[in-house]
């Protein structure tokens, strides 16, 4: 599991990937109502009861508003950076919350929690069918009886990876107050054989050309892949979504976001 180098910059990892509410900073609508859209969807199941595990929990974009509607929720994450900041926004917002450093492979929290998180695309950076094997049994070990594992992860979408060419292309804009607009393109190739997606960021703002290159490396996880993995984990798919806004799932759907329970 290869970490992103962006997770070791967090003030700008919140930058590009922002909470929605009072963000001004997002400007394409679409990408907002996003954001919002998942914001709104943990929210609504963290609040169907907790304490709530989150995975890959990040700087706490998730994790901070939860604590703050009451309920009791941990945040794991591998990235000690984040989880500094993490704690930071805590702290400002005047919640206690517990965060671990740990691998979603392989934690062990010694308890068991009623439901278990795993939100965006953070299943993407387990590059082997291994990989997502042991986190998915590590994260049964972790659920309670009756308990639901809910987790997000992009749908592959063929004819994008069949344009994933390695030319630099505009992702997406966001308006930073000491920078002004930066400019996020994405260039990317795809080995089909491995389902390794190379992707590298140029981030450019006025008067200051790529002055971030990140290159990192995802795993393209097809539902296949979701449905042999939780089955062999012991789970049992309850609902599958194919967006945030509980939309059914479809072939072409752009997410896969299921809800869970131990079969």
Not at 37 to 49: P, T, V
Not at 69 to 86: H, K
Not at 103 to 116: E, K, N
Not at 227 to 249: K, S
Request: hydrophobic letters at 40%.
């Amino acid at each position: 599991m290869q970490e992103c180098l962006l997770y070791s910059e967090p003030e700008l990892y919140d930058l590009l990937f922002p909470n929605a509410k009072g963000n001004t900073s997002v400007q394409d609508p679409v990408r907002w109502e996003r954001l919002a859209a998942s914001e709104q969807f943990y929210l609504e199941e963290a609040a169907k009861g907790g304490p709530v595990l989150e995975l890959a929990c990040g700087t706490g974009r998730l994790t901070v508003p939860i604590a703050q509607r009451g309920t009791e929720i941990v945040g794991v994450d591998n990235s000690s950076s984040m989880l500094e900041t993490a704690r930071t926004k805590a702290e400002a917002a005047g919640v206690r919350v517990e965060f671990v450093q740990a691998d979603m492979r392989s934690f062990d929290l010694s308890r068991q929690f009623p439901i278990i998180f795993i939100a965006g695309n953070s299943l993407q950076h387990l590059l082997t069918a291994e990989d997502l094997q042991q986190c998915f049994d590590c994260v049964r070990r972790h659920l309670a009886w009756g308990g639901r594992l809910v987790f997000d992860v992009a749908n592959p979408d063929p004819r994008q990876l069949e344009r994933d060419t390695g030319q630099r292309a505009v992702g997406f804009r966001v308006n930073d107050a000491e920078r002004g607009e930066i400019t996020l393109e994405e260039a990317a190739t795809y080995d089909p054989a491995t389902g390794i997606r190379h992707v590298v960021w140029y981030l450019s703002a006025p008067g200051a050309p790529d002055f971030r290159v990140i290159d990192y490396i995802l795993r393209m996880t097809s539902p296949a892949d979701v449905m042999q993995a939780l089955e062999a984990a012991g789970f049992r798919v309850d609902t599958r979504y194919g967006e945030y806004t509980r939309i059914p799932f479809e072939p072409a759907s752009p997410r896969q976001v299921y809800i869970c329970s131990s079969s």
